[in-house]
T-cell receptor, first 117, second 114 residues
């Protein structure tokens, strides 16, 4: 069964330091997409970064990068130079082809990141 | 701003009542997904529509129903509400259904059932 696991319920990081949020996934389908979303205390879900299962290079978007290790089925999010505004809940999600429930997203339980000044 | 709009932002109602949540997808997106976020269940997929047709159902209760209209906006109807239905309801949209396509989320509707 498809599954996303985030093993860190909460993390602290000092402002301006880098932090890695862990995510492992399980799927038997060769075609899938991996996503990270940020949910601040206001509640909205903000898309951060995407990695496709066939992508050869790790995805990067500004201060966000995805450490994609396909053989280990991991897709860790790295945030460089943390800012106070990065304090939020972070969700890892996987999307499979449409024949698996219309291409829904499966979410992990989330990691709450707190950035200390 | 993701381009996905949801109304209302907040809804307070009583048990047994019926409510309708509305979603307008991003321009050009044909696929609409509804998710429920609660403290005990996390983020759960409810139902998906593609270009007006229901394509997939997840953990959606029989008391809940949805539809997507010709202009592609979607509505989620929740009836005979119970206390446990209190949650944050998200609508998300994507161009299609491929795994490479990002789903963009609306701001959510926060439902409180008293």
């Amino acid at each position: 069964a498809q599954k996303i696991t985030q093993t860190q319920p909460g993390m602290f990081v000092q402002e301006k330091e880098a932090v890695t949020l862990d995510c492992t996934y399980d799927t038997s389908d060769p075609s899938y997409g991996l996503f990270w979303y940020k949910q601040p205390s206001s509640g909205e879900m903000i898309f951060l970064i995407y990695q496709g299962s066939y992508d050869q290079q790790n995805a990067t978007e500004g201060r966000y990068s995805l450490n994609f290790q396909k053989a280990r089925k991991s897709a860790n999010l790295v945030i460089s130079a943390s800012q106070l505004g990065d304090s939020a809940m972070y969700f890892c999600a996987m999307r499979e082809p449409f024949y698996n429930q219309g291409g829904k997203l499966i979410f992990g339980q989330g990691t709450e990141l707190s950035v200390k000044p | 701003d993701s381009g996905v709009t949801q109304t209302p932002k907040h809804l307070i109602t009583a048990t047994g009542q019926r409510v309708t949540l509305r979603c307008s997808p991003r321009s050009g997106d044909l696929s609409v997904y509804w998710y429920q976020q609660s403290l005990d269940q996390g983020l759960q997929f409810l139902i998906q529509y593609y270009n007006g047709e229901e394509r997939a159902k997840g953990n959606i209760l029989e008391r809940f129903s949805a539809q997507q209209f010709p202009d592609l906006h979607s509505e989620l109807n929740l009836s005979s509400l119970e206390l446990g239905d209190s949650a944050l309801y998200f609508c998300a949209s994507s161009v299609g259904q491929r795994p490479q396509e990002t789903q963009y989320f609306g701001p959510g509707t926060r439902l409180l059932v008293l």
